[in-house]
């Protein structure tokens, strides 16, 4: 029996908690019974008894932030050391979990893994915050990486920063995309749907997590100099306070039109946000240079490409590379008028959509992701 312990899990509307749930479920295919211990969502869930939901503090309706870690790490410090005994646990960020939960294994004689999706200490470099709790960060991430049984790295890079944490043996399994919820088969939202929320024009589609790292407020700049388009944002972020800023900018900059150049709504759940990118001209991700973040890989450019839509990908990072080399859209520098001239290149291409969703099957597949992660718990617990 594993046990995952994740302050996000389903339904909550995040690439993490999508991942999970496929990790879960390749390990259960594996042959282990797989609890969770978790948060209870903001939003109506499916009971499932080997899921521990813990009512927890949240701010903007999402975990996030010291005291919501916190009101989730002391329950599940006390649950990890009464609990039944697991196999091993399954450790998602943040650090803090990570340290109570090194703690409650050590006492309880239980290996760990720790899930390394990025690297919050190197994040936490490039942010407005006192030394201290800079230094803070660092010293409990290397506690919680260096005490694991096994790391699972999403990139090399990451890799690289986990052994520099302290980390025994890492893993590097990729990030990917549900190519069972995102595919050539999800219809696309009609034009009437479209309308509700004030899309009336081709538009573009940014979904997902629009943080201080992701820098997501570069395409509203853009978009002002593509004309006959609309920006929608189904977000949630720092982003979006300077994104609606520069939405009511170009409003009152062109009171003739009939429409909004920029949408922005709340995220949505998995089904339908694949919906929106089946009709999007393209999906955009972002990650902004200096963020220390380089190293991420946006997984809503995944979901995107699944659905057979192309991406424009402004900034650094691994997605960028692969964008280019294998063409499946525009990868461009984190500068508006770059980004500006890819929407006005994507309003004319048009893209081979079997090929860019047979290219995530064939290399990004989240199902593949599940299986090796499951593959790699395997080996390390038998050794």
Not at 34 to 58: A, E, I, N, Q, S
Not at 337 to 351: E, F, I, K, N, Y
Request: glycine residues 6%; hydrophobic residues 45%; charged residues 20%.
């Amino acid at each position: 029996m594993g046990l995952m312990v994740t302050r996000i899990f389903a339904p909550e509307s995040a690439a993490a908690a999508l991942r999970l749930s496929v990790v879960r479920k390749a390990l259960t295919d594996a042959g282990y019974t797989m609890r969770v211990l978790t948060t209870k969502p903001g939003k109506p869930f499916t009971p499932d008894p080997l899921v521990k939901r813990l009512p927890v503090l949240r701010r903007d309706g999402y975990v996030k932030g010291y005291l919501s870690y916190l009101s989730f790490d002391l329950q599940a410090f006390a649950h990890l050391l009464a609990g039944k005994k697991p196999q091993f646990l399954l450790v998602e960020p943040p650090p803090t979990t990570g340290v109570v939960a090194r703690v409650a294994a050590k006492v309880r004689r239980v290996p760990y893994f720790w899930y390394a999706a990025d690297v919050w200490s190197d994040a936490t470099e490039s942010m407005e915050v006192p030394t201290i709790v800079k230094r803070a960060v660092r010293a409990m991430e290397s506690f919680a990486i260096s005490g694991a049984r096994g790391v699972i790295a999403v990139s090399e890079d990451v890799a690289a920063k986990a052994y520099r944490l302290g980390a025994q043996d890492v893993r590097v399994v990729s990030n990917g995309a549900d190519t069972d919820s995102f595919n050539l088969d999800v219809k696309p939202v009609s034009p009437s749907e479209q309308a509700k929320i004030g899309i009336k024009k081709p538009f573009f589609l940014y979904a997902g997590n629009a943080s201080h790292w992701h820098g997501a407020q570069i395409f509203a700049h853009a978009v002002k100099e593509v004309p006959g388009v609309q920006l929608l944002y189904l977000a949630r972020g720092d982003n979006l306070e300077e994104v609606s800023q520069v939405a009511q900018q170009i409003k009152e900059e062109n009171p003739h039109l009939d429409y909004d150049p920029i949408v922005v709504s709340s995220l949505v759940d998995i089904d339908v946000a694949a919906s929106w990118q089946r009709a999007a001209i393209a999906c955009l991700a972002s990650l902004k240079p200096g963020s220390g973040y380089e190293f991420a890989y946006t997984t809503k450019a995944l979901s995107s490409l699944a659905c057979g839509t192309p991406v424009i990908y402004a900034g650094p990072g691994p997605a960028a590379d692969e964008i280019r080399t294998s063409g499946l859209g525009q990868a461009v520098a984190y500068e508006v008028g770059a980004v500006s001239q890819a929407m006005r290149q994507m309003l004319t291409a048009t893209p081979d959509r079997k090929r860019l969703h047979q290219w995530v099957v064939d290399n990004r597949s989240m199902q593949a992701t599940g299986r090796a992660v499951a593959k790699y718990i395997g080996e390390k617990l038998a050794q």
